[in-house]
């Protein structure tokens, strides 16, 4: 695809969710390149069509923009190709964005990514969001804490939330069958210190429902927590 298909493609589908259009759409078309590059070699991606990218990729990282305050430092956990960290900074430059995987050979590919596209104030590295949450210079340190993981909610929500200051939130990106997952990770999210605030459902287009849901911090997580070992997935706190 061509950069000016790109452009007008990718305009279109922000319109189509109302999100302002006014940004370098250059900067999403190069690392789209750079991405599905990589993929080649690495796994990154199951997605390979550069339409279906852009909408599944680039607009589903933005819908949590209205969520988002501006100059916000940000965790990204399990971010994987970059995602939504990534399409996050370049939408809004002021945002200070930590990216985090366990597969180093990820954070390589992000920061060929950040060399390329010239990003600053933003880091990518390689670990567990255990270990990272588990250091006192990351502990409840920011003001978000962002995934578009696949991991259960009980799951996620113990490795999110001891990130996050008082009065931060945490944005977790799920698709349609969340309901469920949610009902169970109450208790958890309750005595990791955190409190549900919002449920939005979004329709980004016939193909794609995203829920939103948004959890703010308002104690601080008792310090066994995230616990290592696997133990967020394989015994989810009830």
């Known amino acids: 695809m061509e950069f000016i298909e790109f452009e007008k493609i990718f305009k279109n589908e922000l319109k189509n969710n109302n999100i302002n259009d006014n940004i370098n759409v250059r900067n999403y078309y190069e690392y789209m390149k750079l991405i599905l590059d990589w993929n080649k070699k690495i796994n990154l991606t199951a997605i390979v069509d550069q339409k ?36 996050l900074k370049l939408y809004d430059d002021s945002l200070s964005l930590t990216l985090i995987d366990s597969v180093n050979k990820k954070i390589n590919v992000l920061n060929d990514v950040i060399e390329k596209l010239k990003l600053n104030n933003i880091k990518a590295i390689h670990t567990r969001a255990e270990d990272f949450a588990n250091d006192i210079k990351n502990r409840e340190q920011f003001d978000y804490a962002v995934s578009r993981a696949v ?53 980004i287009n016939k193909d794609l429902e995203r829920n939103i849901i948004v959890i703010s911090k308002i104690k601080n997580t008792p310090k066994k927590y995230p616990r290592g070992q696997g133990k967020p997935l394989k015994e989810p706190i009830k």
Do not use: W
């Open 52 to 87: 279906e990218f852009l909408v599944k990729h680039f607009v589903d990282s933005l819908t949590i923009l209205d969520f988002i305050n501006t100059k916000s430092k940000i965790i990204d956990v399990g971010t994987g190709a970059g995602f939504p960290g990534i399409p």
């Open 151 to 203: 991991s259960n909610m009980s799951t996620l929500v113990e490795y999110l939330l001891p990130f996050v200051r008082i009065g931060g939130k945490v944005v977790c990106m799920k698709g349609p069958n969340y309901n469920e997952e949610l009902q169970e990770a109450e208790k958890g999210i309750d005595i990791l210190g955190g409190k549900i605030e919002i449920i939005k459902n979004i329709n």
